[in-house]
């Protein structure tokens, strides 16, 4: 069983930027980083494959950069330009075959 872990979660201003980290990101999975607002339901935010191949949902195209440095075993989501609808618990995923594991998320606050 792998536990990951988040962490960079953090009250934010609008405009500003933030960078989650997650651990340990396995070479051979694929990283995913979800969201949940308060009250709705659980999406996908952005992937990356352990061959490096990017996704993004449109709300994040543009703003947010998935990446992973195998070396550190570790996911990052950098995202810039920051607004209020962005807040929400942030979690990591690593799926692989037929493994699949999520962290606890880390919160996300943006506010003035």
């Known amino acids: 069983q792998v536990q990951l872990v988040e962490s960079g979660g953090g009250l934010v201003q609008p405009g500003g930027s933030l960078r989650l980290s997650c651990a340990p990101a396995?070479?051979?999975?694929?990283m995913g980083w979800y969201r949940q607002a308060p009250g709705k339901q659980r999406e996908l935010v952005a992937s990356?494959?352990?061959?490096?191949?990017?996704y993004y949902v449109d709300f994040a195209e543009g703003r947010f950069t998935i990446s992973r440095d195998n070396a550190k075993n570790t996911a990052y989501l950098q995202m810039n330009s920051l607004k209020p609808e962005d807040t929400a618990v942030y979690y990591c995923?690593?799926?692989?075959?037929?493994?699949?594991?999520w962290g606890k998320g880390t919160l996300v606050t943006v506010s003035s």
């Open positions: 990356i494959t352990s061959g490096g191949y990017t």
């Open positions: 995923n690593a799926r692989a075959f037929a493994m699949d594991y």
């Open positions: 396995g070479k051979i999975f694929t």
